[in-house]
């Protein structure tokens, strides 16, 4: 593993989700295009995993860390919910369109329960 390689992880680690921005703010010398093809090479080999939380752009974690992402499309927050959640959905799809569902790359939006709720958020 490369310094370089050695230090995109550490920030993703430590970021726990993290856009190629983020990760290029968090290691220093590195630009921005090196960050987005040493974050491929990563996920490539498996180290990495990215979901979208957003509009805009991926965001990568460890790739062991198997979750479903859960976002608030009004404050932005992300819950991590456990993978079996997205079981019966992967089964069901499987079962009636032989599709195959890529939970890692899923991310479920709607409104979280403090905004439901009309708080400010703040
Ligand atoms: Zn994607
Ligand atoms: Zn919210
Ligand atoms: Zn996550």
Same mark, same amino acid.
Request: net charge negative.
């Given at each position: 593993m490369t310094p370089q390689r050695e230090s995109v992880m550490a920030a993703v680690t430590q970021l726990v989700h993290a856009t190629p921005d983020q990760v290029a703010d968090a290691v220093p010398g590195v630009d921005l295009t090196t960050v987005y093809r040493t974050l491929e090479t990563l996920e490539h080999i498996g180290l990495l995993a990215h979901t979208h939380l957003g509009h805009g752009a991926p965001s990568y974690r460890l $790739? $062991?860390?198997d979750h479903v992402h859960v976002v608030c499309h009004r404050c932005s927050s992300v819950i991590d919910a456990? $993978?079996?959640? $997205?079981d019966q959905l992967s089964r069901q799809l499987a079962e009636e369109r032989g599709f195959i569902l890529d939970r890692s790359h899923f991310t479920v939006f709607g409104t979280c329960a403090d905004c439901a709720a009309g708080s400010s958020h703040d």
């Open positions: $790739a $062991a860390d456990p $993978a079996g959640l $997205a």
